[in-house]
């Protein structure tokens, strides 16, 4: 009876080990790809408009809340790549939880640096697709329409990221609890 009673625990220890592994292997890459989407997103939005025969442009390079956000996902996207070949390559021998520690550390960075990119996006294109009367800065989205849609969506798959790296924030924060 009392080997019976000592398996399961054994069990399903491996299984809840198993569960982290998957869980922290598919956020990371979800929150890879969504970063990398919202890099690609608004790195090629732009949009060319003639106004009384002038041209005028609107790029993302053209403010700096839009270029921080754009560096930010990127800078995300590649240190979650680093974190996620941490995790693959330490699927053998298992993570200890000075490790889930550290990854804890790193999960909580990258989620607090593609937070404040995606608020400084969401700031921005909140001014230009419905201005502010009381600074004079007319909205600019009833004209520029493709360049808005695609700023919005690059937002969105951002605000995705956060959602997956605040999960990998908890679930390494929960496993380093050990220490």
Not at 80 to 92: A, G, K
Not at 117 to 127: E, F, M
Not at 155 to 165: E, F, I, K, T
Request: charge should be positive; charged fraction near 15%.
């Amino acid at each position: 009876m009392e080997r019976g009673e000592a398996k399961f625990p054994e069990n399903l220890h491996r299984k809840t080990n198993n569960l982290t592994f998957c869980a922290q292997i598919g956020l990371r890459i979800m929150a890879m790809s969504t970063a990398f989407a919202a890099t690609w997103t608004i790195v090629t939005a732009k949009q060319t408009l003639v106004i009384f025969g002038m041209q005028f442009d609107a790029r993302y390079t053209y403010s700096s809340a839009f270029k921080f956000f754009a560096f930010a996902n990127a800078f995300a996207c590649c240190f979650t790549f680093i974190s996620l070949m941490f995790v693959f390559f330490s699927l053998r021998r298992g993570l200890s939880p000075s490790s889930f520690f550290l990854l804890f550390l790193h999960d909580l960075f990258m989620m607090s640096l593609v937070l404040s990119g995606v608020a400084a996006g969401t700031a921005i294109g909140y001014v230009g697709r419905y201005g502010n009367s009381h600074a004079g800065w007319m909205e600019i989205c009833d004209r520029l329409k493709k360049y808005c849609d695609r700023v919005t969506t690059s937002v969105l798959l951002s605000y995705l990221s956060v959602v997956c790296l605040v999960v990998l924030t908890v679930i390494s924060a929960g496993k380093s609890r050990q220490i």
